[in-house]
């Protein structure tokens, strides 16, 4: 979003009284498949169409794409054996390789087939887990197929176990990062008067914003609030990996034991000091090892990183966006005097990232609590 500039007689704090507004929650379903929970923040406008014990399937709002996500419990030995054991039963034919999700053996591909005279063209993505295996499928006819390759891709991805609680990759970001050369830089960090380093994979710059343009292509079509808030999650699940090695040198660094309030102002500096940069794309987001590489980024992209970072130390954060002022900011949960908005019970001290101020301040006229969206990131 853009960031107006402010003179700092436009900045005010409030001691006492605190931006309050209605409160949404994070709205990722969650689904029980053969005794199996997954995760699927889906891109707005696909409804649950059918549910069985070992399957359950979304469809589009126009009837057009579909996604069917199954759970085999137990017998899984080898995925690509298990995708041709799917393909042959729907009559398909297709190919994909094996990668790595997490930890855990994956296979991506995708294959075509026929349903009562139409022919489909689906992606494939099987995650195995022990003995057991997930298998999404995410399809569309054949002659739509390029039109809802973004929501079709966007689906997969938008997959997660329960216990990565939204802070891994989906599995298409794990995908195209396991072909990539994370290509490591040490970057120099000054914070609080101190001096540290942390080596970031820069190659997955290209992961990264690959998923940032489909998402604001995504958005560009439902730009509702919902459409929004998903929008964040996204970017938000998918650069949160690459910056613990950031966070990990900051753990080891003396500035750990700060209290909460002068860490986070530590932080806060540390992005309001990047120059402001906008990335003049559909999305004008930088990506995150962009940014920290470069030192630059705008609103958006300097307060996904500010939240990540302190969700590493268990600070509790949101994320306020506005289309009124086109504006990002964060809020941050930590027992500190000034300016903050009350979501869900708990008072979240306003972040301002783009400007030098202090934690706890907001510019005058962007103090109405009416045209912010508080956006919650991760469980």
Not at 64 to 89: C, I, N, R, T, W
């Amino acid at each position: 979003m853009k960031n107006k500039v402010f003179s700092l007689k436009k900045w005010v704090v409030f001691s006492v009284l605190c931006l309050t507004f209605q409160a949404w929650s994070l709205e990722i379903p969650s689904y029980f498949i053969e005794g199996r929970e997954i995760l699927l923040d889906l891109p707005i406008g696909f409804q649950e169409a059918e549910r069985s014990e070992s399957r359950i399937s979304f469809m589009y709002k126009d009837a057009s794409a579909f996604v069917q996500v199954k759970h085999y419990p137990q017998g899984v030995d080898s995925l690509p054996s298990l995708a041709q054991e799917v393909m042959s039963k729907m009559g398909g034919t297709g190919e994909g390789v094996e990668y790595e999700y997490g930890s855990h053996p994956a296979w991506f591909g995708s294959f075509g087939f026929s349903h009562l005279e139409t022919a489909y063209q689906s992606y494939a993505c099987l995650l195995k887990t022990g003995n057991s295996a997930v298998v999404i499928l995410a399809f569309a006819p054949v002659d739509q197929f390029a039109n809802y390759n973004d929501l079709l891709v966007s689906s997969i991805d938008s997959f997660s176990y329960p216990e990565d609680q939204q802070t891994f990759y989906g599995p298409i970001g794990a995908f195209d990062r396991f072909f990539l050369d994370p290509a490591p830089a040490i970057i120099p960090i000054h914070l609080h008067d101190m001096d540290i380093s942390a080596k970031i994979p820069v190659g997955y710059t290209e992961a990264e914003d690959f998923v940032i343009q489909r998402e604001a292509r995504i958005l560009n079509t439902d730009g509702t609030v919902k459409g929004w808030k998903r929008f964040y999650r996204m970017i938000a699940k998918d650069v949160y990996t690459d910056i613990a090695p950031l966070s990990q040198a900051i753990r080891n660094s003396p500035l750990a034991g700060l209290d909460e309030g002068q860490f986070v102002s530590a932080l806060l500096s540390y992005v309001q000091e990047f120059t402001y940069e906008r990335s003049k794309t559909l999305a004008d987001i930088h990506p995150g090892m962009q940014a920290l590489l470069h030192s630059s980024g705008d609103c958006d992209t300097r307060s996904l990183l500010l939240l990540g970072l302190l969700n590493y130390f268990d600070i509790e954060g949101i994320l306020l966006v506005s289309t009124v002022y086109m504006h990002g900011m964060a809020g941050v949960a930590v027992p500190y005097e000034g300016a903050g908005y009350l979501h869900n019970g708990v008072k979240y001290i306003i972040a301002e990232t783009t400007e030098r101020v202090d934690l706890g301040l907001i510019a005058a006229d962007m103090a109405d609590p009416a045209n912010w969206i508080p956006v919650e990131l991760w469980e």
